[in-house]
């Protein structure tokens, strides 16, 4: 007979394994399927392995700034393998620490591959054979991975994927990063701090694409100030391979030219994991590698739900947290609110860090709003010149009838970590009189976003 359960989610990423818990917290007899390391790619080969080599590069760039804040710093360098080494630890302790969440909520943990196997039958392949589960209600969470072009396929020596960055042979002298999303650029900050000479091309005709363009163009203004090349609309063709090197040919205005690096990133985007996992004989609709589900993450398949990356954009770890939390309170009975995707913040890493939520200005006006837009630079904050980081901006977008916070966007020091104002004011729907009357503290870099709302509605103090 298979081991029989109130609800059994397939992954334990961030999407994964929330879901357990919180199933668990309401009642639920639950286990969770990891063919891998629990917590996922997010918590051991993406958001957080790449933060803590991030905040590596991050400390390096300061100390060779010490000048700049009277300080003495002399024979500044790095161990690349200690980079890594550290960044590994971080990704172990939180692995570990999902573990220890799942034992404490009596979450039941099976190693294996699974495999849907009829009406509420999951199959799973584990070291010691093939065993089955049963449940009420699935949860697919079996997230993504690296997609990969014809003629750019990773090949862990001088071609990396996402995998092989994090743990790289070699440190880049001459690095190619292709694709200029967050995972793209994140790396190409890393290494070009620690002094990689770094080309990175987009397909679009701008970097970070998903951002507004004003956006965009002050973090390409920075990268380029950095050292970095940007390619924009421009194309790798296809890759040559040789052993110390790689020369890639690339158009860029209908012309190809070449030229060779020693080291090649490939960040084109992610695939849902959705093959050999029974999917599409369960009945599940499948569109370009993701499953489709509705506003509850409800598949069209009696009692089994998707969440995550394998149910499509936006490919971001909060988001799959939230819809975790929002399948197990279905399954347990409840009527919990649909996500809005729009309130969801997209945050990228690189030096400056980029922060949005909600609709770019073009984006807006292409909806039909009549707008109102504010921006507010951190030349004019006190606190960004005080910690010497004075490269920044905000901008807000408002309806300009209502008053609604359409959308807000940022980059500039520590903006990751601001943007949550802005989504906490869209998810309670402020409006831009409420944003006004918000006393700020002084000095904080928040000031900035207070500034940028003043300024929509031509009331800007400092600037």
């Known amino acids: 007979m298979p081991k029989d359960f109130d609800m059994v989610v397939i992954g334990s990423g961030p999407g994964g394994y929330v879901c357990a818990i919180r199933g668990a917290q309401l009642g639920l007899n639950v286990a969770v399927i990891e063919r891998a390391e629990l917590g996922g790619i997010c918590l051991n080969w993406g958001c957080i392995p790449t933060k803590a080599m991030l905040r590596s590069s991050e400390i390096f760039h300061l100390m060779e700034r010490a000048k700049d804040f009277g300080l003495k710093a002399d024979g500044i360098g790095f161990d690349l393998d200690a980079i890594v080494k550290r960044s590994r630890g971080v990704a172990k302790q939180l692995s570990g620490g999902v573990s220890h969440l799942l034992r404490k909520n009596k979450v039941t943990v099976i190693q294996g591959a699974a495999k849907l196997a009829g009406a509420g039958r999951i199959s799973v392949a584990t070291d010691k054979g093939t065993e089955e589960v049963a449940a009420r209600a699935i949860v697919v969470a079996t997230g993504a991975r690296a997609r990969n072009l014809p003629g750019l396929e990773a090949d862990g020596d001088r071609v990396w994927s996402y995998r092989e960055a994090l743990v790289p042979k070699h440190m880049p002298k001459k690095l190619l990063v292709i694709g200029s999303g967050a995972i793209g650029i994140e790396f190409a900050s890393f290494y070009n701090?620690?002094?990689a000479e770094t080309t990175v091309v987009e397909v679009m005709d701008r970097v970070l694409p998903v951002e507004d363009e004003e956006i965009s163009a002050f973090a390409k203004k920075q990268f380029v100030k950095?050292?970095?090349?940007?390619?924009?609309?421009?194309?790798?063709?296809?890759?040559?391979r040789a052993k110390d090197?790689?020369?890639a040919h690339v158009e860029v205005g209908g012309k190809v030219q070449t030229q060779e690096f020693d080291t090649v990133i490939s960040a084109v985007g992610i695939v849902g994991n959705v093959e050999d996992c029974g999917f599409e004989e369960a009945g599940l609709k499948i569109d370009r590698t993701h499953i489709v589900v509705d506003e509850l993450c409800r598949t069209g398949v009696d009692g089994v739900y998707a969440i995550g990356d394998v149910a499509g954009a936006p490919w971001l770890a909060h988001k799959a947290s939230h819809e975790g939390v929002m399948v197990a309170e279905l399954v347990?009975?409840?009527?919990p609110h649909p996500i809005r995707p729009n309130s969801i913040p997209g945050c990228t890493y690189c030096q400056?860090?980029?922060?949005?939520?909600g609709l770019t200005e073009a984006r807006a006006k292409e909806a039909g709003h009549e707008v109102r837009?504010?921006?507010?630079?951190?030349?004019?904050?006190?606190?960004?010149?005080?910690?010497?980081?004075?490269?920044?901006l905000v901008k807000t977008v408002f309806d300009a009838?209502?008053?609604e916070l359409l959308g807000a966007h940022m980059v500039g020091a520590e903006v990751t970590e601001l943007i949550q104002g802005y989504v906490i004011g869209r998810t309670l729907e402020t409006t831009e009189a409420e944003l006004m009357e918000t006393v700020f503290a002084h000095p904080?870099?928040?000031?900035?976003?207070?500034e940028a709302v003043l300024d929509a509605y031509k009331r800007a103090i400092h600037f």
């Open 193 to 195: 701090t620690l002094g």
């Open 332 to 335: 347990a009975g409840g009527e």
């Open 226 to 240: 950095q050292g970095m090349t940007i390619l924009e609309g421009a194309t790798v063709k296809k890759l040559d």
């Open 373 to 392: 837009v504010g921006r507010f630079p951190f030349i004019g904050n006190g606190k960004a010149i005080a910690l010497g980081e004075p490269e920044g």
């Open 401 to 403: 009838k209502t008053g």
């Open 245 to 247: 090197k790689v020369t």
């Open 444 to 450: 904080t870099l928040s000031e900035a976003m207070h």
């Open 352 to 357: 400056p860090q980029v922060a949005s939520v």
